[in-house]
């Protein structure tokens, strides 16, 4: 139930049944990863640190949990890069761990790999929307505007059935642009 609010933006319901869920088993992955997402969305940076640490507790080694940390906690750049890259070389089809690599490439400035990085966490989560529209930014900024169009037309309809994480207007005024032929 947790799941389907999170899914449809409910994130009072989401919560509320998340909460429900770590009464009953306060170790339950599933809740805790999404109590960590509702944390995430409703901008609760130490609410979703908090999960996710608990998630370690568990099993220190959680790619998911890993890969929100390091989202958080960007600290050193190098250190991340380098857990982030044992994490893919461990779990490969991670979306989550995939989609943390790129953002710490696309905060460096390094488009080639985070691009790489977003396909491969779109590959892994193909109905994520945030997954698609990230791959689109990583496309675009390696002018390659109509891959880059592909992508944010995905992400605009996986947005229909789950809130996204971007700005759905601003994804529209990109899209009028690459696709207004230069004069």
């Known amino acids: 139930n947790g799941y389907a609010a999170l899914k449809s933006g409910d994130l009072a319901t989401a919560q509320q049944q998340y909460e429900l869920a770590l009464l009953q088993d306060p170790n ?6 999404g109590a960590a997402a509702v944390a995430l969305r409703e901008h609760d940076g130490g609410q979703a640190s908090s999960n996710y640490v608990r998630l370690l507790e568990l099993d220190p080694n959680d790619p998911d949990a890993l890969a929100g940390l390091a989202e958080l906690r960007p600290g050193d750049l190098q250190a991340n890069e380098i857990k982030l890259r044992g994490l893919a070389r461990q779990h490969p089809d991670s979306g989550p761990v995939q989609f943390a690599l790129g953002n710490l490439f ?5 488009w080639p790999e985070a691009q790489q990085s977003y396909f491969r966490a779109f590959s892994a989560l193909p109905d994520n929307a945030d997954y698609a529209f990230n791959l689109g930014v990583g496309l675009d900024r390696m002018n390659q505007p109509r891959l880059a169009l592909t992508y944010y037309r ?3 309809e996986l947005a229909q059935a789950s809130p996204p994480a971007f700005n759905i207007d601003a994804v529209r005024k990109r899209l009028q642009v690459l696709e207004t032929p230069p004069r």
């Open 154 to 156: 995905r992400a605009l």
């Open 28 to 33: 339950n992955r599933d809740a805790l990863l």
């Open 106 to 110: 696309a905060r460096q400035g390094r």
